[in-house]
């Protein structure tokens, strides 16, 4: 049954939409990044599918060509064609087997290679192609945290954050350390790397670049609820002199973000606005990263740290006789100033 003109076109439509939806709409981005790391991926993209279709092309050809020329209605054809006892040729079992192996040898070694080169938590070593990392530059240091359902981001070196809108300057390494407040998520800018996800109660770190000034679309590639969708962000690759207006404005349009302002920035929510904050507590980040912003909650490394001394018989031995499922926020004061304090005096030992 044939399409008529129109429904026909209109199917064509369709599978180019289909085919831009794949390669990252009309840019590619995937394949044509603003970042390096991202380059690099997207080159290994490109080597592995020519390697793949040194194979896959020729199987496709033959099979097209056999079915061509042994096709019933071909004159051509005569009983001299027909072999029922033929069953191995030598030749044509290395032609067939040599032909993938160094396919699979191929792909491996660019795969190993790349998996090291290309480790999110490895430093980069250089800024472009064609430009060399200086030893003495030191990485911006973002801290990013996945919430329900927005983007928290931590500026340490410059004291402020910011939800919904990331930064970085142009041709600087990005370290970014991440974190997630319930559920596991994803961070990914196309333009910038690979994504890289996000859990409650661990930190992951991704190191990356921009190197062409622009805005770019970041997003969470992870399901993770009913604002999944609406959960995205711009990424800004400014000058130099651009970003620190950028930092200038949170600090002066910004308020401050203590505990008591996460905690009710933490609260699910769809679809935010942008929001600048001037100053952020000190600490505030390692408090989401071990899950005790709330008062009286005791943070994951201080408690994974009283279990590696001996868990309750620790807390005995100091003289502490606390409940089996909870304590108050004086009690736990107490174990972490006894445990502070035994540190001390390992360090000091050590000395």
């Known amino acids: 049954m044939h399409l008529p003109p129109r429904p026909r076109r209109a199917a064509w439509l369709a599978a180019l939409a289909a085919l831009a939806g794949l ?22 993209v490109v080597q592995a599918t020519l390697l793949m279709l040194v194979i896959i092309v020729p199987v496709i050809t033959l099979t097209l060509w056999f079915a061509w020329k042994y096709r019933q209605s071909n004159a051509a054809n005569t009983e001299a064609d027909y072999a029922p006892d033929w069953h191995h040729s030598t030749m044509l079992e290395l032609v067939i087997w040599s032909g993938p192996l ?12 790349s998996t090291h080169k290309l480790d999110p938590y490895r430093p980069l070593d250089r800024i472009s192609a064609s430009q060399t990392l200086s030893p003495d530059v030191k990485p911006l240091e973002v801290q990013v945290v996945a919430m329900d359902w927005k983007w928290l981001f931590f500026y340490p070196e410059q004291g402020i954050a910011t939800v919904n809108e990331l930064a970085a300057p142009v041709n600087r390494p990005i370290l970014f350390k991440l974190t997630s407040t ?82 009710k920035l933490a609260e699910p929510s769809e679809r935010d606005p942008v929001q600048r904050f001037a ?11 071990n899950r005790c912003v709330e ?3 005791m943070c994951m490394h201080h408690m994974m740290a009283i279990d590696a001394l001996g868990g309750e018989a620790y807390v005995k031995a100091q003289g502490l006789n606390l409940p089996q499922d909870i304590c108050t926020a004086e009690e736990s004061i107490q174990v972490l100033a006894a445990l502070d304090s035994r540190t001390a005096r390992y360090a000091t030992t050590r000395q």
């Open 23 to 44: 390669t990252g709409c009309s840019k590619a981005v995937v394949l044509n990044p603003a970042g390096d790391i991202a380059a690099q991926q997207g080159h290994l």
């Open 279 to 289: 100053s952020v507590e000190p600490g505030l980040y390692d408090k989401v990263l």
């Open 182 to 263: 319930t559920t596991m998520n994803a961070f990914y800018v196309p333009d910038l790397a690979g994504m890289i996800y996000t859990m409650p109660g661990m930190q992951t770190e991704l190191n990356a670049v921009i190197n062409q000034p622009g805005v770019y679309k970041g997003m969470s590639s992870h399901y993770s609820g009913a604002g999944f969708s609406g959960m995205t962000f711009k990424f800004h690759g400014l000058s130099d002199a651009d970003f620190d207006q950028w930092v200038q404005k949170a600090k002066t349009e910004g308020q401050a973000l203590d505990r008591a302002t996460y905690v």
């Open 102 to 113: 160094l396919i699979i040898i191929a792909l491996g070694a660019i795969t190993w290679i």
């Open 295 to 297: 008062d009286g909650k």
